[in-house]
């Protein structure tokens, strides 16, 4: 649920009168609890889908421990099984993450977009 306590599939419907450039999750959860609800976006969103977990969920000391080489698995699966166009960092993460990030995106090709999705410069894309 978001923070309004809407799911991902109430929120899909809330935004569906609104041309989006693109829609998706950040912070809250590491990417490897974000996977069913990436999912779920996914499957419904007719624009890009984006992404940025924490580098894990915080220890008793609010630190983040998740790896660079492991953030960049996890979020390595979602763009071989084709769910996210654009990638990054929330809390935790480090220019570390965001470069094993990096490299791990040139192995895959983006998701693919279904409907056409206009720019905000008048060039649909």
């Given at each position: 649920r978001t923070l309004s306590g809407q799911t991902v599939e109430a929120f899909m419907i809330s935004m569906g009168h609104v041309r989006l450039f693109s829609i998706g999750l950040n912070c809250a959860l590491g990417a490897a609890q974000m996977r069913p609800y990436l999912q779920t976006l996914a499957e419904q969103a007719p624009c890009r889908v984006s992404v940025y977990p924490n580098a894990g969920l915080p220890d008793q000391f609010g630190e983040y421990r998740e790896t660079p080489e492991v953030?960049?698995?996890?979020?390595?699966?979602f763009m071989k099984d084709g769910l996210v166009n654009i990638v990054g960092g929330c809390c935790g993460?480090?220019?570390?993450?965001i470069a094993a990030l990096a490299a791990e995106a040139r192995k895959h090709a983006p998701r693919p977009i279904e409907a056409p999705v206009a720019s905000t410069h008048g060039v649909d894309q």
């Open positions: 953030t960049a698995r996890l979020v390595g699966e993460t480090t220019p570390e993450h």
